[in-house]
């Protein structure tokens, strides 16, 4: 048997991991318990109105994400940690970026100073 390395179970990243794990697992448990309720009061809208209730359905899409985030995280698929810590995609960021153009005066057409029009 190989000797246990007490550097490696000391390490402090490895227990604050484990210390995000475990509230994340609390979090997974209480986020589930909600989804439960809430797929309850969506069929209920279903039922009466024959659609669902879309800011219900807006809110659902969220918690989809952040179970979905939490379990990569618990089961080491991912070292990112979910909401609130998960950082922007690329992608959203650089779809936000204003973008600035100048405009060279050979480009920019100045109406006529006498008024004459060319017909």
Known sequence: MKNIDREEILNTSKWIRFLFML???????????????????QFLFFLFTSKPNTAIANFN???????????AFLLFTTEEKPFPF???????VSDNEIIEAE?????????????????
Not at 23 to 41: D, E, K, P, R, T
């Open 61 to 71: 899409t969220h918690l989809i994400e952040f179970v979905n985030d939490t379990l």
């Open 23 to 41: 509230g994340y697992a609390f979090a997974i448990n209480f986020v589930i318990s909600i989804s439960i309720g809430l797929a309850f009061i």
């Open 86 to 92: 998960k950082k922007e995609d690329e992608e959203v």
């Open 103 to 119: 405009i060279e005066e050979s480009d920019h057409i100045e109406p006529s100073e006498s008024g004459e029009t060319n017909s």
